[in-house]
């Protein structure tokens, strides 16, 4: 991984959103499970772009999952170790939240596919509730293949990189199950969110090229 930190703008978080958003329509999600903490705020913009006429807002369900060590190095200076251990710290009560998986359109959201690792966990896990759900409710989805729980996944930024851990074929080759906002080489990306000087922030990342992708709307929905 290249030791040049890339400064990422809330701008650009909000564009990537809003470019992805076309070809996320056509997974058509039920429901959105962001990632903490980088998939929350990328989740909520995202729900923004997702919303239809006429059609209720989509509900975001949060987990928090543990991969990274924090080093600190100095005051104020905080770089991030990849882990080698999954810490389940907060997961959804389905109970609670009357939230029932079968037959839906699940939509895992997070900043970043780096080793994959992350990603694989939740997908691994979420199947399983799956898979409780079903049993306890009787469902059998070789029977009834239309009941079966379809995930798809959307992060911001895909590092061209070999990863630690797979996603199923099934979600990773389709095009409207699989769905990152830009490729982008192995480096250490910061995003505004873990800022405590985004003034600062902000204006690296326009240093960098980093901030917006178009200067008007035209230019933006000819993208899409």
């Known amino acids: 991984m290249s030791d040049e930190k890339q400064y990422i703008s809330y701008n650009n978080v909000h564009q990537l959103c809003q470019i992805t958003a076309k070809k996320i329509k056509n997974f058509k999600p039920d429901l959105i499970i962001a990632i903490g903490g980088g998939g929350f705020i990328p989740a909520r913009i995202l729900r923004t772009f997702l919303k239809e006429p006429g059609v ?11 991969l990274y060590e924090d ?6 200076d905080e ?3 990849i882990g080698v251990k999954i810490n389940r710290i907060q997961w959804i009560d389905y109970e609670q939240c009357k ?6 359109n699940v939509l895992i959201v997070d900043e970043v596919d780096d080793t994959r690792t992350t990603l694989h966990y ?3 896990e979420l199947e399983k509730d799956v898979e409780e759900q079903a049993k306890a409710k009787g469902v059998d989805f070789e029977k009834n ?6 995930f798809g996944i959307f992060v911001l930024h895909d590092k061209l ?6 996603l199923p074929d099934e979600i990773l080759l389709d095009e409207n199950r699989y769905f990152a906002g830009k490729q982008v080489p192995d480096k250490w990306f910061a995003y505004p969110w873990e800022s405590t000087d ?6 690296m990342a326009i240093k960098q090229g980093n901030d917006i992708f178009f200067e008007d709307e035209s230019e933006l929905q000819a993208e899409q």
């Open 122 to 124: 939740a997908l691994h």
């Open 145 to 150: 293949p239309e009941l079966k729980t379809k």
């Open 79 to 81: 770089a991030e170790k």
């Open 161 to 166: 990189k070999p990863k630690k851990a797979d």
């Open 56 to 66: 209720s807002t989509i509900r975001i369900f949060a987990i928090i999952l543990s």
């Open 71 to 76: 080093i600190h190095t100095a005051v104020g």
């Open 99 to 104: 939230l029932d998986l079968i037959g839906k």
């Open 198 to 203: 985004i003034v600062y922030h902000t204006k």
